[in-house]
Nanobody, 119 residues
């Protein structure tokens, strides 16, 4: 059974940095795309970025491009989200998710980790 567990959330001041990590287990993720999403209070969940597990281009939402970086560590089976130049509007619960390359629907989700950026 696929398990995704996020960690690294917390409180940070505007302009600061934070690194989230997603530990993936339960299967081989070679044919998967790993994504990060976020949901702010009262708003819909939105796409942050994604990376193919086997390598290749990463994708980012315009709102985070140039500030956030997604990377993966195959040895540790983790996917990280490095967030820099954080803004109060980045405050949200951040979720790690996984889908197969063949589908567009993310099938597996973590429980989420809270990120709060103070002004």
């Amino acid at each position: 059974q696929v398990q995704l567990v996020e960690s690294g959330g917390g409180l940070v001041q505007a302009g600061g940095s934070l690194r989230l990590s997603c530990a993936a287990s339960g299967r081989t993720f070679r044919n998967y795309v790993m994504g990060w999403f976020r949901q702010a209070p009262g708003k819909e969940r939105e796409f942050v970025g994604a990376i193919p597990w086997s390598g290749g281009r990463t994708y980012y939402a315009d709102s985070v491009k140039g500030r956030f970086t997604i990377s993966r560590d195959n040895a540790k089976n983790t996917v990280d989200l490095q967030m820099s130049s954080l803004k109060p509007e980045d405050t949200a619960v951040y979720y790690c998710a996984a889908r197969t390359i063949a589908t567009m629907q993310y099938e597996h989700w973590g429980q989420g980790t809270q990120v709060t950026v103070s002004s």
